[in-house]
Every structure is written in structure tokens, then in C-alpha cells.
């Protein structure tokens, strides 16, 4: 019986190279969270899940490598970055905002830019939900976690 649902997750690690430790925790806890409660479906796949997911960047595309649970390939595609990067660019400095906020400003200012934060980060979760539309589907919880680790493969350091 078919398991719609992610149950690995692995990011390249040559695409997300040197990370600091705000990176790295964004990184695990998007990965836990996706694990233990995720939907999604590789449209026109008869055998259906569970599957595993290996994410990179490689020239200028994000790579949905799907595979089953057992690790052979079921599909590989690429969605341009080119519809992420006005959204990226909006998220990380409002990430960079937030982090210097916290040192100095008052908790409502921290707590106007982290609703902004997550503004954000839901209209990049659905961008990339709509990228995914007729290949993969997937709900908006699932959606938001994948869209934390496509921003954590963007970063450059």
C-alpha cells in the first residue's frame, strides 16, 4: 500500500558546503519536523511511497532527487531558482535583521520582524508548492520545511 510521505531526507553537502551553527540547527530541526509529519505524493508513481528525498543546487536548479525507501531512484527533476530568488534574497535579510534585532531592540520589535520573517518564509512555501504543482504533491506544512531547506542549501557564506 502506498505511503505518501517523505522518510529520509538528505541535502548535498558539496551544494551547502561550510555552515554556522544557526544554519546547521534551521537545518535539523527542518529535517525532524518534515520527518515526523509530512505529505508527499510523486504524482503518476503506481507504487506510491514512502520515499527518500535528496536535495542539491547544481547550475542554478534545485534538484528533487525522489527516491523509495530503500534508497533506488524513482525520479529526478529541477525547478529553476529563478522564481525563489526575489523571496530568498527578502528572507535572508529579514533573517539578518531578526538576528541583529535580538541584541538590541525591544520584544516587539523582534516579534514585528519575525512575523514579517514568517510572511516570508509562507509566500516562498507557497511559491514552491506551486513550482511542485503536477509533479509532486505536497501540503503546506510539508511545503514550509522544504522551503527551509532549499533556503538552507542557498546560503553562501
Not at 19 to 43: P, T, Y
Not at 85 to 99: N, P, T
Not at 114 to 121: A, E, N
Amino acid at each position: 500500500m502506498a505511503d505518501p510521505r517523505i522518510v529520509k531526507v538528505r541535502l548535498d553537502e558539496d551544494t551547502i558546503g561550510w555552515r554556522g551553527a544557526d544554519v546547521d540547527h534551521e537545518r535539523k530541526v527542518a529535517i525532524f519536523d518534515l520527518l515526523e509529519e509530512n505529505r508527499f505524493a510523486l504524482l503518476n508513481d503506481a507504487e506510491g511511497g514512502p520515499y527518500e528525498l535528496h536535495l542539491s543546487i547544481q547550475e542554478g536548479r534545485l534538484f528533487f532527487d525522489v527516491r523509495d525507501a530503500g534508497g533506488a531512484p524513482r525520479h529526478t527533476f529541477g525547478l529553476s531558482l529563478t522564481p525563489f530568488r526575489r523571496i530568498l534574497r527578502d528572507y535572508f535579510h529579514i533573517v539578518e535583521s531578526y538576528h541583529e534585532a535580538i541584541r538590541t531592540a525591544s520584544p516587539s520589535r523582534i516579534e514585528a520582524i519575525d512575523m514579517g520573517r514568517r510572511g516570508v518564509h509562507d509566500d516562498g512555501s507557497r511559491i514552491l508548492k506551486e513550482r511542485l504543482d503536477g509533479k509532486i504533491d505536497v501540503d503546506h506544512q510539508t511545503a514550509r520545511r522544504l522551503f527551509t531547506l532549499v533556503c538552507v542549501l542557498h546560503i553562501k557564506v
